[in-house]
């Protein structure tokens, strides 16, 4: 199952999970693929083929019930229960991390976060921001399985590494450098703000010449996947 789910598709549940929240919010008791599509950005097609991947299967007629359709995303997404996470670098990322009030309404608990620092750390605050000597036996007394690295790419590695020795099995990176693991069942996902800044910044440029220069009927079309 892993194999045949790649993380465009973890990343469409999740948007199909905050749209059938919307549904429901309105009073909506079903939904169709073509709703979630439309909500979404993909097509009808592309939502049915995504839930088959987990042997969900609606009614052409019927559509789908909300609330069941809710919980079963919730359960694959591991929405079951509170994921403790932990985060190295306490500066401006880690601390806006820290503070993100949305983490705790979708069940993520920062259990502690950790710096070299000693002027960051605060270890009586609600989370505490320890010494990063202290992070492994923290990940290990608490069976931590997630982490954010948002530490500066010289250290990164090292960090990454510590991680995954001491049980990490999920880390979500924002420091920009590609990290290595010899561990295939640790998950790293990369966020890199300056990429995908850049990005936005080529099409936003590409699409005012194109506006500038082409027909009518030959804009570029972006398509939302």
Do not use: W
């Amino acid at each position: 199952m892993v194999m045949d789910v790649n993380r465009r598709t973890v990343l469409r549940l999740s948007r199909y999970r905050k749209a059938l929240q919307r549904f429901s919010e309105l009073g909506f008791v079903k939904v169709f693929s073509d709703n979630l599509g439309e909500a979404v950005g993909v097509t009808s097609a592309q939502v049915r083929k995504d839930f088959s991947l987990f042997g969900i299967s609606g009614n052409k007629r019927g559509g789908y019930q909300i609330d069941s359709l809710l919980e079963t995303l919730q359960r694959i997404l591991g929405k079951g229960r509170v994921q403790k996470v932990i985060v190295a670098g306490a500066g401006n990322i880690g601390r806006a991390l820290i503070h993100y009030p949305t983490f705790e309404k979708e069940g993520i608990q920062i259990a502690a976060a950790f710096d070299i620092d000693p002027a960051k750390m605060h270890r009586k605050e609600r989370i505490p921001v320890l010494s990063l000597d202290e992070m492994p036996r923290f990940i290990e007394e608490n069976g931590i399985e997630i982490g954010i690295i948002a530490v500066p790419e010289i250290a990164a590695q090292e960090v990454c590494d510590r991680m995954v020795r001491s049980g990490i099995r999920g880390i979500l990176n924002f420091a920009p450098i590609r990290l290595r693991c010899g561990d295939e069942n640790v998950v790293i996902n990369p966020v890199n703000l300056q990429i995908e800044l850049e990005n936005v910044i080529y099409f936003v440029h590409a699409l005012g010449k194109n506006q500038d220069t082409a027909p009518v009927n030959d804009k570029i079309k972006v398509n939302h996947l």
